[in-house]
């Protein structure tokens, strides 16, 4: 979860191989970190160099990189990462030159949801009972909880809780660390896109911001949340309108999650307006 907590927060991450890897190896191993994040992120591609030389040090100009190499040179400059995974001994290091979030991970509030989060994945991993599309999925779903807080916190509506806690509070330094980079940036940019795209449909902005609002919300109370499906409902009267509902969630088998809740809820109203 280093590594990911690295990609999140915009490093300079390299994958060191030795000798004896391939260059489509490394390729695995880079393509891998990007898809910890991506999706839902966009645009982690930018920050991709699988096969990084000496002769062209131009990658470490950018702000955050994740670039894989097979000379020992690399690993041996910490002035050209800030993160190193060293394949070979399945050993991350951390560059001497850095004081943040990395060196002080294990510290950080968020850092036992992590491991909450991944502890039960490594355990399926070892019992062969789990596949690299279904580790992808459980990724995907829990960074959007971060990419949903990094929009929601600048409208005060998160509530999930962990341990009697806050999901805001808990993950509230990740998320400033996320917010103050280019790829959050890129983040709001593409939402701005879609904005534009659905200027001339209001409806369906307004049944994005509802769908986020029940991912974000673990306590809506009852009026508010009959109110919530009663509008999604109205806005499925076709097929059309199902497949554009069905766009705007998230591409994980989670995704269906933010609606089935509503089955299963006390409320007879709600109940059945979800089935």
């Known amino acids: ?33 990007v898809s910890l ?10 920050m ?7 002769s062209n040090l131009k990658f470490t100009d950018e702000q955050g990189y994740i670039a894989g190499v097979t000379n020992p040179i690399f690993k041996q400059n910490p002035k050209l990462f800030d993160l190193c995974a060293e394949i070979d001994i399945a050993k991350l290091q951390v560059s ?6 990395l060196s002080t991970y294990e510290n950080e509030k968020y850092y036992q949801l992590d491991i909450d989060f991944i502890r039960p994945i490594m355990a399926r991993v070892q019992t062969n009972s789990i596949n690299d599309e279904d580790i992808r999925k459980c990724f995907e779903s829990y960074t959007q909880v971060i990419l949903d807080l990094a929009f929601g916190l600048e409208s005060g509506r998160p509530d999930m809780m962990h341990d009697s806690e806050r999901i805001s509070d808990v993950m509230s330094a990740r998320v400033k660390r996320f917010q103050r980079t280019t790829l959050y940036q890129i983040q709001k ?20 911001s509802l769908i ?5 919300s673990r306590d809506i109370k009852e009026p508010e949340l009959l109110t919530i499906f009663q509008q999604i409902y109205r806005f499925l009267q076709d097929e059309d309108s199902v497949l554009k509902f069905l766009s705007l969630l998230p591409l994980s088998r989670d995704g269906v999650l933010t609606i089935a809740q509503g089955l299963f809820h006390p409320s007879p109203d709600i109940e059945r307006i979800c089935t």
């Open 37 to 46: 994040v991506s999706p839902p992120l966009v645009g982690v591609l930018c």
């Open 212 to 216: 986020r609002r029940l991912r974000l």
């Open 189 to 208: 940019a593409f939402m701005c896109f879609k904005d534009m795209e659905m200027r001339d449909n209001i409806s369906l902005s307004l049944i994005e």
């Open 1 to 33: 979860m280093l590594i990911y907590e690295g990609v999140l927060t915009e490093k300079r991450i390299l994958f060191c191989g030795g000798l004896d890897h391939s260059a489509e190896e490394i390729l695995d191993y880079c393509f891998a970190c």
């Open 96 to 101: 001497r030159n850095h004081s943040d979030n």
């Open 48 to 54: 991709l160099h699988p096969y990084a030389t000496l």
